[in-house]
């Protein structure tokens, strides 16, 4: 026993650093919808830090120590309600916040969004026919800006508009950068504050399944904002 120790306890003790830093500290996942185009693509790989907000106990909803909370515009990962799957949005309503979004455009607290249409960027991963019918938009509100993706005709169901909801305590209103195709709060509700598992900070790195997965090399380490 000893000697197999010996011989393996390099590799044990790395195995079990890497596994309780993806536990406690940071952790990287994979993103295969279209909820988060533009600022996040199918194929990226994003980095989590799980301290951003307090120290979490493993497997469990506990939060111990915490010494932070999500602010607007924050990308975020969480436990979806109801079905408990690891997604990843961006927080546009903090508790107590009165938020409206009527398809088109986004209010907080009787503050309107201002918009900017941006020029498509040709030769960018997310510029592909499957996007010929949306437009690129710089969403503007409480001094953040982030770009949005919307379709260029209103959707039937009316761009999943919702008016004057109220993010109770300990929770919070998240919506995908991908404003038209996105299941979000318009799906699941607010997200308890206790479902959130850390912050999205920046892109590890990206493969392509559009090009049998090839890298993406000008996507690694870029931040998200």
Do not use: C
Request: aromatic share 10%; hydrophobic share 40%.
């Amino acid at each position: 026993m000893t000697a197999v120790w010996r011989e393996w306890r390099g590799l044990i003790i790395f195995l079990a650093i890497l596994i309780a830093v993806r536990m406690l500290i940071v952790d990287w996942n994979h993103v295969p919808s279209r909820s988060m185009v533009p600022t996040i693509i199918p194929g990226d790989r994003i980095v989590v830090d799980k301290l951003a907000y307090g120290l979490r106990l493993p497997f469990s909803n506990r939060m111990p120590i915490q010494w932070g909370n999500p602010k607007h515009s924050d990308v975020i990962v969480f436990r979806a309600p109801n079905t408990n799957i690891l997604t990843v949005k961006r927080v546009i309503g903090l508790p107590g916040d009165r938020v409206s979004w009527d398809g088109d455009s986004l209010r907080i607290n009787e503050e309107n969004a201002v918009y900017r249409t941006l020029p498509a960027e040709k030769g960018l991963a997310f510029q592909l026919p499957d996007y010929s019918h949306t437009r690129r938009r710089q969403e503007r509100l409480l001094g953040e800006q982030r770009d949005i993706l919307q379709y260029r005709i209103t959707p039937r169901r009316g761009g999943g508009a919702f008016h004057d909801v109220v993010v109770p305590d300990d929770h919070y209103l998240v919506l995908g950068d991908n404003r038209d195709n996105s299941g979000d709060f318009r799906k699941f509700g607010f997200v308890p504050r206790s479902n959130v598992v850390g912050q999205a900070t920046h892109i590890l790195f990206s493969l392509d399944p559009q090009q049998y997965y090839w890298p993406r090399s000008k996507r690694a380490g870029m931040r998200l904002e």
